[in-house]
């Protein structure tokens, strides 16, 4: 079975409800799954977190249980018909699924076709590592290496230098050429209402605006939704 | 010799040339001081960094040794008048100091009364941990301990939320709020033109806007220029 992810910028638009803008997408992508596990340590949180995507899942039809609730977490992922790994801060988050011994797990299962869910944190998650997460590093995880599930880094809600700021802190452009100061791998910056379909070989950029690429050495480029990113599978780190 | 840092929110203001907001307070702070060892590492360009740094203290009447020119890291601590570790990315200046072994030396010598100047990065590195700075992990340091001369955290270009922005990352006080989710240590959040002077047992407020002070389990408070803030130097972590 081939590896699938849909890998969300970000859960909620401005003024919408959580999920809404991706909802029919999700439903799309889960086909005939009708229990998710899902991932909430990336808020402090928890409960309150589970109920609130156990709510928006039931509109969808779709049950959910949360890892933070079951008695073994490693048989969770391993029964699980599909994860849904939610936003918050990344470095909280991938800190608790180092503590939990479920990184592994969980890259077994989707290397074996389990679709995967992201937004946000839940994104910087598939990623080789968490070297390009927003996220305040506010917990030290024992490494950045992340899920590793695709062989690129993304931005989640990049955003793009506000004409007219005097602030003088990094724009995101800056803090990613920075990264391609240090790192080769390429990084695909994915503005707010934007998410990838990764259907192995498959890549696809969904939403309506564009999203951003940046490779070391190389102008960044704009792509268009709808936009074939098959070539960022076959990338070497 | 008590401890004496100045620890600048930026190091540039904009519109304005690199340290002009701050010239005349580093004058003085730095009094007889004619020569200062800088730490280049927060910028890939350590030479572009240097010369930078090299003809605006000259303006001050001050020569400067960059730490990436120096034969022996260690021995060019051990004998400088002054240290200026300047703004970058705090990830990529942390891994080098650790990778120089300069973190003891630089502790040692600030503890007996060495001046230390600090901007952005150079600020967060005067903090027990990196924990709240703004940068991305580009790069992965053994640690975030830091060199943790002061007891209370600093978050350097701190900016209120954007009134009318639609874009849903979480606000500087979000991540702030986040931090002291996990952790209990004060955070003072330094908007940009402001610095603060530690001159043991005082510590005071620089610059010409507030500062905002986020405490575990309190409401934020803001804080005058010229306030005094010596009890931060009795918090314990």
């Keep these: 079975m081939s590896k699938r992810l849909m890998l969300l910028s970000n859960s909620t638009m401005h003024g919408r409800g959580f999920l809404d803008h991706a909802a029919d997408e999700i439903k799309d992508f889960l086909g005939d799954v009708d229990r998710l596990l899902f991932v ?16 928006r899942f039931a509109d969808l039809g779709i049950d959910v249980d ?19 790994i939610g936003g918050g801060n990344t470095f909280r988050l991938l800190s608790a699924l180092y503590e939990l011994n479920v990184i592994e797990p969980i890259r077994r299962r989707v290397e074996g076709g389990m679709p995967y869910v992201g937004s946000s944190a839940g994104t910087n998650m598939a990623c080789p590592t968490i070297r390009t997460t927003n996220d305040m590093p506010i917990v030290e995880p024992p490494s950045f290496a992340a899920l590793n599930l695709i062989p690129f880094q993304i931005n989640p809600h990049y955003t793009d230098p506000e004409p007219g700021s005097t602030h003088m802190g990094e724009t995101r452009e800056d ?13 695909l910056g994915l503005r707010e209402g934007t998410w ?6 498959h890549v696809e ?20 939704p709808g936009a074939s990113l098959d070539f960022l599978l076959s990338k070497k780190p």
């Design 40 to 55: 909430p340590y990336a808020l402090h949180d928890r409960d309150g977190y589970a109920s609130k995507v156990r709510d």
């Design 66 to 84: 949360s890892l933070h609730d079951v008695d073994n977490e490693e048989e969770a992922v391993e029964n699980a018909q599909a994860l849904f």
């Design 175 to 187: 803090r990613i050429r920075e990264f391609h100061e240090m790192n080769r791998i390429p990084v």
């Design 196 to 201: 990838l379909s990764v259907e192995a070989p």
């Design 205 to 224: 950029l969904g939403g309506n605006v564009n999203a951003r690429l940046f490779q070391a050495g190389k102008a960044p480029e704009e792509l268009e």
